[in-house]
C-alpha cells in the first residue's frame, strides 16, 4: 500500500522521533499518545505507522494529529518490524526513541535520556521502567529492563564489558535512546518477522555503539495481561526468535565482532532459548523449537555440554542443561517409536569375520567413544581359552579412534567382525548385535570392561547337556582409581551373589529367589542368552533409553523355562569417571528407569496369573522406586526433558514420581495392615469387578507395583 501522510507535519527538525507502530491498539492508543504529549522536553514528532489497523486506531490518530501538529501518521500493510522500519524511513529527528502502542512512558523520560545523550555525546542511552497489569492497573514492583549493577559507570562500550554487554539491558528497543546517524551508519533494520523483530536490531545496535550509557531511569511502562500482543501469540510462529537470534550471530561475524562477543551471544541464546520453551504454551510448538536447537545449525554455536566454569553465569550453565535434556528427551522419544529390533539404514559391516565353523558363542561389544579401554576389552576375549567364538563390535557413532582401535585388533584376530552405525545409543547397539550373532549363545561385554579368560570355556561347559534359555553368573567390579574406590565403595562386591543356586530353574523362580536374597542384579552382561530364545520371544533392549538392562533382563527371566547359575566370577566390571554409574544424574537416567518401570509392568501382567504374589512384583517396584528417588534430587534444570513429554505422558510421569514410597514407611504401614487385613480383604473383592477396566492401566499397574512389598508383608503376617 502506498504510504500517506496526513496532516500535522511539524515545522523544521525535531531533537527526538518517537515511532510509534500501530495495529488494533485503539484501547490503549489514547494513552500511549497522551505520554508523549506530557513529556517534559516539547521538542519531538511523533511517527505513528498505521500498519492495516481494522479497528479505530486510525480514527484515533487521525483526531489526535487535528490537535497536535507533531504528529504525522503514514499507513502501512506489514508487521511490528516493518512498521517500525517505515517510521526509521520518515524520521526526522536526531534522536530515535520506539513505543508500542500499548505502552505508556513517564513524563520526564525525554528530558532526562536527551540531556545525557547531549552532554555524553552517545550512539544509546539505556534506562529502564517497570510492568504494567491491564487486569488490575498497578505497577509491578521490580524495576526492570536494565541491570545497573552490570553496566560501567559513564560511557562505555563492548570492549569494557565484552562478556556480560548483552546482559545489562532487554531485547527490546523501547528503553533505549538511538543517535539516528548511528542507525544509518550500520544501515541497522528490523527484522520482518511477527515475533522477536527487535532482538537482532537492539543487540546489534549494543554491540556496535561506541558510547554507551546507562542510567537507573524508571520510564518505560510496559503493559502486560492484555490477553492480545505478540507475546501471547508467538506459539503460531515459534522460531521467530531463533531466526532473531541467528542474524544477531551474523551481524557479529560481519562487523569481525564474533570472536569479542561470542561469550555475550551464547550467554542471551541460552537464557533467550530457555525464556521461550518455558512460554511458549504449546506441544507442537516446542517439538518444533527442540529440532531446531538439536539441529548442526546450533550445535555449531558450540554452547552444550561445558563444565560450568565455562559458562558467564550459572544461570547460563543452567539454561544450557536444561536444553540438552530437553533434545535428549526428544531423540529418546523419536528412537522409541522406531523398531527396537533390527536393523537401522545407517548400519553397515566394515570388518567381516573369517569363523571356523559355528561359533558357540557371539560375544556382543556397542563401543561408544572408548578408544582408551577398547583394546583391553577385545583383548580379554582374544585370550578366552575356549576358541569357538565371535566377537562382535558395533561402533554406535564414536567421535574419537574407537572405530580404529577396533579395526587394529580385528587385523590380529580374525573371529572379530566390525559393524558401525550412526549414533543410536547403548540398545540399539546391542539389537543390532544381536541381529547379525551367528553363536548359539549371546553374551554381552561393555567396551570399557573385561571377560575373565575361562569365561566362554565355562559357559560351553554349562551349556552342554541342558542346552538353558540362560546361564548367570558373578562379576568382580575393580576401581579405576582409589578416589573412585573411596567414592563407592558399595561396588566392590555388589556382583557376587551370596546364595546358592544350584540345578536347573524356570527363570522366574530364579528371578523370585534371587530377588528373595538380595540377590537380583539386572545387568545384562551378567548371563549368556540363547540366541533363538531372544528372537523367538522378541527380547531385546529398549532404544533411546539408559539403565535399559532392567527391562531386558527382567522380560528375559520371565520367558526363560530353564536357567542355571554358576558361581564363578566370569566378568570384571570396571567403575571409572563419566560412565553411567558415576555421572551426575539427569533426567535421562530418572525417564530410563521410568519406561523399564512400564515395559517391566507390561510383562509382569501379562504373566500375573504365574506371578502375582511373588517376589517378581518386587523389581518393577525397586526401579520405580530408583527414578522417584532420582528425579526428587534432580536440580529444575535437570527437567528440560518434561517439556517435550506428551501432556498425557508427562501427567503420568509426573504421578508415578509424585509420593516416595520408602522402605520404611512400608514398614509401619505394615504393622496397621495386619490389623486392617480382614476389611481390605473384603473391600478388595467387593471392587475387583467394578475395577476391570481400571486394571488395564499403566497408572494403575505402576501402583501395584508401589504397594506391592506392603502386601507381601501383610500376606505373612496373616499366615
Known amino acids: 500500500m502506498q504510504n500517506e501522510s496526513s496532516v500535522g507535519d511539524s515545522l523544521g527538525s525535531p531533537l527526538v522521533s518517537v515511532i510509534v507502530p500501530v495495529r488494533n491498539a485503539g484501547l490503549y492508543l489514547d494513552e500511549c499518545i497522551d505520554s508523549i504529549e506530557k513529556q517534559t522536553m516539547s521538542d519531538w514528532e511523533l511517527v505513528a505507522i498505521n500498519d492495516s489497523s481494522t479497528d479505530n486506531s486510525l480514527e484515533i490518530l487521525e483526531r489526535r494529529a487535528v490537535l ?106 523501547c528503553t533505549k535512546l538511538f543517535r539516528a546517524d548511528f542507525i544509518r551508519q550500520h544501515g541497522l533494520r528490523f527484522q ?55 542474524q544477531l550471530q551474523e551481524t557479529l561475524e560481519e562487523k569481525d565482532l564474533w570472536p569479542e562477543l561470542k561469550k555475550a551471544f551464547g550467554e542471551q541464546f541460552l537464557s533467550t532459548v530457555r525464556y521461550n520453551l518455558d512460554t511458549v504454551g504449546d506441544y507442537g510448538a516446542l517439538v518444533e523449537i527442540i529440532n531446531v536447537l538439536a539441529s548442526d545449525r546450533c550445535a555449531g554455536l558450540e554452547l552444550y555440554g561445558h563444565e560450568q566454569d565455562w559458562y558467564v553465569t550459572k544461570y547460563g550453565y543452567e539454561c544450557s542443561r536444561y536444553i540438552e535434556s530437553a533434545i535428549a528427551q526428544l531423540k529418546t522419544q523419536s528412537m522409541e517409536h522406531e523398531r527396537p529390533l533390527g536393523l537401522d539404514a545407517s548400519f553397515r559391516c566394515v570388518k567381516p569375520a573369517q569363523l571356523d565353523g559355528s561359533p558357540f558363542a557371539s560375544i556382543v561389544v556397542p563401543v561408544f567413544d572408548t578408544e582408551d579401554y577398547l583394546g583391553e576389552a577385545l583383548d580379554s576375549l582374544s585370550g578366552q581359552t575356549f576358541n569357538a567364538i565371535e566377537i562382535i563390535c558395533v561402533d554406535d557413532g564414536s567421535r574419537d579412534n574407537s572405530l580404529l582401535v577396533a579395526l587394529e585388533r580385528a587385523e590380529n584376530d580374525p573371529r572379530i567382525s566390525v559393524y558401525s552405525q550412526r549414533n543410536l545409543g547403548l540398545s540399539r547397539a546391542r539389537n543390532a548385535g544381536i541381529e547379525v550373532a551367528a553363536g548359539e549363545y549371546v553374551v554381552f561385554l561393555d567396551s570399557d570392561d573385561l571377560l575373565e579368560d575361562r569365561a566362554c570355556e565355562l559357559l560351553h561347559a554349562a551349556a552342554r547337556g541342558n542346552a538353558p534359555d540362560m546361564i ?53 552382561w551378567l548371563s549368556a542368552a540363547r540366541r533363538d530364545f531372544l528372537r523367538s520371544n522378541e527380547i531385546g533392549f529398549h532404544p533411546g533409553i539408559l539403565h535399559e538392562d532392567n527391562a531386558f533382563s527382567y522380560q528375559a527371566l520371565v520367558a526363560a523355562r530353564a536357567v542355571v547359575f554358576i558361581d564363578e566370577i566370569l566378568y570384571k566390571r570396571r567403575i571409572r569417571q563419566d560412565s553411567i554409574v558415576t555421572r551426575d544424574k539427569t533426567f535421562a537416567h530418572v525417564y530410563g528407569y521410568y519406561a523399564c518401570c512400564l ?49 498425557a505422558d508427562s501427567k503420568a510421569f509426573l504421578k508415578a514420581m509424585d509420593v516416595e514410597q520408602s522402605f520404611d514407611r512400608q514398614k509401619k504401614a505394615a504393622e496397621s495392615a495386619r490389623r486392617r487385613a480382614n476389611d481390605l480383604e473384603r473391600k478388595l473383592k467387593k471392587a475387583e469387578a467394578a475395577n476391570k477396566r481400571l486394571k488395564n492401566s499403566r497408572s494403575y499397574k505402576i501402583g501395584r507395583f508401589a504397594t506391592a512389598p506392603l502386601r507381601l508383608v501383610k500376606r505373612k503376617l496373616a499366615k
Not at 193 to 205: I, V
Not at 485 to 502: A, H, I, M, N, T
Open 472 to 524: 548367570m553368573f558373578n562379576a568382580q567390579a575393580f576401581y579405576e582409581n582409589d578416589a573412585l574406590s573411596e567414592r563407592y565403595p558399595g561396588y566392590k562386591d555388589y556382583y557376587l551373589r551370596s546364595g546358592e543356586y544350584g540345578g536347573v530353574y524356570k527363570g522366574s523362580d530364579l528371578l523370585c529367589e534371587m530377588v528373595e536374597n538380595d540377590d537380583y542384579r539386572p545387568a545384562a
Open 192 to 246: 520482518s518477522l511477527t515475533n522477536a523483530e527487535d532482538l537482532s536490531f537492539t543487540l546489534s545496535a549494543v554491540a556496535l555503539a561506541e558510547r554507551l550509557l546507562a542510567f537507573g531511569g524508571d520510564y518505560l511502562r510496559y503493559r502486560v495481561n492484555t490477553g492480545k500482543s505478540t507475546e501471547d501469540t508467538k506459539k503460531k510462529d515459534p522460531l521467530c526468535f531463533l531466526e532473531a537470534l541467528f
Open 599 to 647: 515395559d517391566m509392568t507390561e510383562v509382569f501382567f501379562a504373566a500375573r496369573k504365574e506371578l502375582e504374589g511373588t517376589f517378581a512384583s518386587t523389581p518393577p517396584f525397586l526401579v520405580l522406586h530408583c527414578a522417584r528417588k532420582d528425579f526428587g534430587s534432580l536440580p529444575e534444570y535437570e527437567k528440560g526433558g518434561l517439556l517435550v513429554m506428551r501432556p
Open 68 to 173: 497536535d501538529s507533531r504528529i504525522s501518521i503514514y499507513q502501512h500493510c506489514g508487521n511490528a518490524g516493518t512498521a517500525r522500519n517505515e517510521g526509521m524511513d520518515h524520521a526526522a529527528g536526531k534522536y530515535f526513541i520506539f513505543l508500542d502502542a500499548d505502552d505508556f512512558f513517564e513524563p520526564e523520560m525525554l528530558q532526562e535520556a536527551v540531556s545525557r545523550a547531549e552532554e555524553h555525546v552517545t550512539d544509546i542511552v539505556m534506562f529502564g521502567g517497570r510492568r504494567y497489569d491491564n487486569q488490575t492497573g498497578e505497577l509491578f514492583e521490580n524495576f526492570d529492563f536494565l541491570r545497573m549493577h552490570l553496566a560501567p559507570s559513564g560511557v562505555f562500550s563492548r570492549s569494557d564489558v565484552p562478556e556480560t554487554l548483552f546482559r545489562i539491558t532487554y531485547p527490546g528497543p
